[in-house]
């Protein structure tokens, strides 16, 4: 079984290349990829459809003492849409230029950390290694679209309940800096859409209680307090996932140009801190549209409700073995919240522990991004960080019981 640097690279690229791209992934091309890859390390592989067309792949390698709560290492296939006219290349060709600069759409969100998974537990039994917990690898669908089908229709099973999870890594984000980027939580995840409705009537006139007068207004008090986010994310020198933030993303309505129409909609991202409270931060919403006048409403598109933070404290071993991997390893580390989401928010909620982390310092932040690249350098020295952490996570052990 080879282990050169050369096959990992290749393994990425061909990856790569499988079009799982929203709105109508080739899951079918993955699952045939994934499962070529469990023969070659000899894991234990499953495929499960809890939405019809949307398959889960689970991988085990199995520990020496399968008892004891397992190690979940979480990616998803899917990826975001394309505008190729964008590209310098096509980018479902993985293109590698000379400097080893890696151009596809996937390179890193997050294609890369299902490989360096794979390829970590390539080099791993290359050195005769057999872990004590069970591992297992999940590449699940539809991350890109919210989840629901995914990872959160996978958690709800006995299924999920039997692999006896303790612990889960999952993707972070890239840094620009020196520093490797660590998340213990995320922020919520609130889409919500105003309705404003008003009397109409012609173009030429001035329409009292019309809808446009209490858009505006919405539109000011929503944006009033972003710029007020914005503020204090500079000034107290903050972290994005410390702060909520809010964007217009959408506005509807209208018929004709010279007609006052009865109803305008304008819909909002929400990504508020979990630090936030949030009963009243929808007291805030309340308030916001009470202010524009009467019939304006507002309803939930997605409501993201945990808040739950995985410890980073000498009291959670799952961390403390975690992070001394980068202390030995002398890898800088940054710790924060996560600004978007990501499918560890399913885990925390149900109480599991997950660390978000992909290894990709020193590199440009383009998920989702034209022309998103990784270079291979950046991938490869991925593959010996995950080397040690699956080690060290799957040798963890529980401290013995206190004598009486």
Not at 47 to 64: C, I, N, Q, S, Y
Not at 114 to 134: D, H, N, S, V
Not at 201 to 209: N, P, Q, V
Request: negative net charge; aromatic residues 10%; hydrophobic residues 40%.
């Amino acid at each position: 079984m080879e282990c050169s640097d050369s096959v990992a690279v290749e393994n990425f690229r061909e990856y790569l290349r499988i079009k799982t791209v929203q709105p109508n992934p080739d899951y079918v091309g993955a699952v045939q990829f994934l499962k070529k890859m469990a023969d070659q390390l000899k894991l234990k592989y499953e495929v499960r459809e809890f939405v019809a067309g949307k398959p889960v792949v689970l991988m085990t390698w199995f520990g020496t003492q399968p008892d004891l709560p397992t190690l979940l290492l979480n990616s998803h296939v899917d990826v975001v849409p394309v505008f190729r006219e964008f590209w310098k290349y096509d980018p479902f060709e993985a293109v590698m230029e000379d400097n080893g600069d890696i151009f596809a759409r996937g390179s890193q969100d997050m294609k890369c950390v299902g490989i360096q998974y794979l390829e970590a537990i390539r080099r791993l039994q290359a050195e005769g290694y057999k872990p004590t917990r069970t591992v297992h690898l999940s590449f699940v669908p539809d991350e890109e679209i919210g989840g629901q089908d995914g990872m959160q229709a996978f958690i709800a099973t006995e299924y999920f309940k039997q692999l006896n999870i303790g612990f889960a890594l999952d993707e972070g984000l890239a840094n620009n800096g020196k520093e490797f980027m660590v998340y213990f939580g995320e922020r919520r995840d609130w889409w919500v859409t105003v309705t404003c409705s008003g009397k109409p009537g012609h173009g030429s006139l001035f329409i009292e209680d019309n809808a446009g007068e209490k858009l505006r207004q919405v539109l000011n008090n929503f944006l009033s307090f972003r710029d007020s986010e914005e503020k204090r994310l500079l000034t107290d020198h903050l972290t994005l996932g410390e702060v909520t933030t809010v964007n217009l993303t959408k506005i509807q309505g209208g018929v004709q140009t010279n007609v006052v129409p009865t109803e305008l909609k304008a819909t909002f991202d929400i990504r508020i801190s979990p630090y936030v409270d949030l009963e009243q931060f929808e007291q805030k919403i309340k308030a916001w549209c009470s202010q524009a006048g009467p019939n304006v409403t507002y309803q939930f598109d997605k409501r993201g409700m945990c808040c739950t933070l995985t410890s980073t404290k000498s009291d959670n071993p799952w961390w403390v073995a975690f992070n001394s991997v980068f202390t030995e390893m002398k890898l800088d580390m940054k710790l924060e919240i996560f600004p978007a989401a990501t499918d560890s928010r399913f885990l925390r909620q149900i109480g599991l522990p997950a660390i978000g982390f992909s290894p990709m310092n020193d590199t440009p932040v383009l998920l989702h991004d034209h022309n998103e690249k990784l270079n291979s350098a950046v991938f490869l020295r991925g593959i010996p960080i995950y080397t040690s952490l699956i080690s060290r996570l799957a040798d963890q052990l529980p401290a013995p019981a206190a004598e009486h």
